[in-house]
């Protein structure tokens, strides 16, 4: 939701992935209720392009990665791993190349560090970031800014 209010790039998989939460009708009922129309047509977009372009096998694999990172950015956060260690550099460039890369190629490196410090700032983002461990938001920001950063990223 909050990338849709404060139009931050999302591509169709991550929406469509977001609205099969449990809660997917409170969240469409609470976009619809801040956004209109608006929300309603970019709902039903992702949902029509999502239905096009993606199976239920490829949401899964979607779900099932993310976990997978989180899984493993928390196990480097609860072992105290610096997020410039080589580690975790590595698990910045498997995120980045599964999620970041779907965005626009003429995404700059500085808008790619802007969408990481975007993404860990927003309310709802940041809850969900702090479920999983207080020091998440924080490393996967670091982490992933420092990957950007030495990697060119964003000018792909």
């Given at each position: 939701i909050s990338h849709l209010i404060d139009d931050i790039p999302i591509d169709e998989i991550e929406l469509y992935a977001g609205?099969?939460?449990p809660s997917k009708n409170k969240?469409?009922?609470e976009l619809i209720d801040y956004?209109?129309?608006a929300a309603a047509e970019k709902i039903m977009q992702a949902q029509n392009k999502a239905s096009e372009t993606i199976d239920k096998d490829t949401l899964k694999e979607f779900q099932s990665e993310m976990d997978i990172f989180c899984k493993a950015i928390l196990l480097l956060v609860e072992e105290g791993v610096s997020p410039l260690s080589d580690e975790a550099q590595e698990w910045a460039g498997w995120i980045y190349q599964r999620r970041m890369q779907r965005f626009p190629s003429g995404m700059t490196m500085d808008e790619a560090?802007?969408?990481i410090e975007m993404e860990v700032s927003q309310?709802?983002?940041?809850?969900q970031f702090d479920a999983v461990h207080p020091n998440f938001a924080n490393y996967y920001r670091e982490m992933m800014v420092e990957y950007i950063s030495n990697t060119g990223c964003g000018t792909h």
């Open positions: 609205l099969q939460h969240v469409k009922k956004m209109g129309a560090v802007q969408f309310p709802k983002s940041r809850k």
